[in-house]
């Protein structure tokens, strides 16, 4: 959550557009119901004192700071005589809209110690993220998840040969489709071993037998990281690796930029408090999310809630 500055109607304006400002503007005055002392009483915990302060009263599921300045406009403030009436509906979408506006800070993940049980030439390292990465993880296999005892962490590949991160290290977590220092697109082939990888479905060694062989089998983290480097065009081509012979037998241009077309996204990784800084940038890594992030699906269903609610 963040002390919303500025005005809230600035901020969402900026998301949604003006349309969304007007009708958001039209359900903050429903709230007008206490003509003697010029107030707007939102919610029973929170109350507008018609000086464009909302103020807390008691505990709040808005969690914000103890004040906060709204840029309200219009006949909402000062409104003198305006009478009206409680809508819960309002209520609701403001309430919901405060609890999506992005935090301020970047996510982050853990590096493993040792990168976790089965990497190997920086190929399938453990990392452990917060609760806002985890929630990214819906569409990961059972199969590379949780692996080698660390719990809530998820199997993830670098993307570049040549950068370096460290291990038993956190770092803020930015989604891209490029990576940083080379500015290269994640491509088809690589999105692809990635994302059939993610969900159990690649021919991989994931039962680790022989013990140790998930490392540096035909079917292993050893190879796969080379053809995810191939793909990337960070490495030569390995003619008996068999994910190179796979890709290119699925795909014309397995180096055409991959859009998002298979749900893997970039992990650009920063010194914590630093991200976007390329003086404090280190190692990509892949993630597979195949769904929009939870906070733009709220913001797009809050608007469409708006619109029906204007139309009626």
Known sequence: MVAVRGGLILTFKKVLGFRLEQMLRLSICDFVADNSSNRCNISGNQSWDGASNLKRTTNSALKTKSSMNFSFKGSCVNAGAVAGTYSALPVA??????????????????????????????????VTPDAGVSALLGGYSLLTL?????????QTFCVERNEYITPNTIYDVTLNNV?????????????????????????????????????????????????????????YLEANNPYNQLVNGLFANPFAPDNGAHGVSIMNLWAPGQPHDSQHS?????????VPEPSTCAILSLAALLVMRRRK
């Open 146 to 154: 949780n692996q080698g005892g660390f719990s809530g962490s998820f």
């Open 282 to 290: 280190f190692q990509d890594l892949l993630i597979y999310n195949p």
């Open 93 to 126: 979408i403001l309430m919901a809209m405060l609890a999506v506006v992005p935090v301020s800070r970047a996510n982050q993940i853990t590096t493993a110690t040792g990168f976790g049980p089965f990497s190997v030439e920086a190929g399938e390292m453990t």
């Open 179 to 235: 990576t940083v220092f080379t500015g290269m697109p994640l491509t088809v082939g690589a999105a692809y071993l990635y994302q059939q990888f993610a969900v159990g479905q690649l021919n991989y060694n994931y039962a680790n037998t022989p013990v140790g062989f998930r490392k540096i089998s035909d079917e292993s983290a050893y190879t796969l990281q080379h053809a995810i480097w191939y793909f990337m065009g960070e490495y």
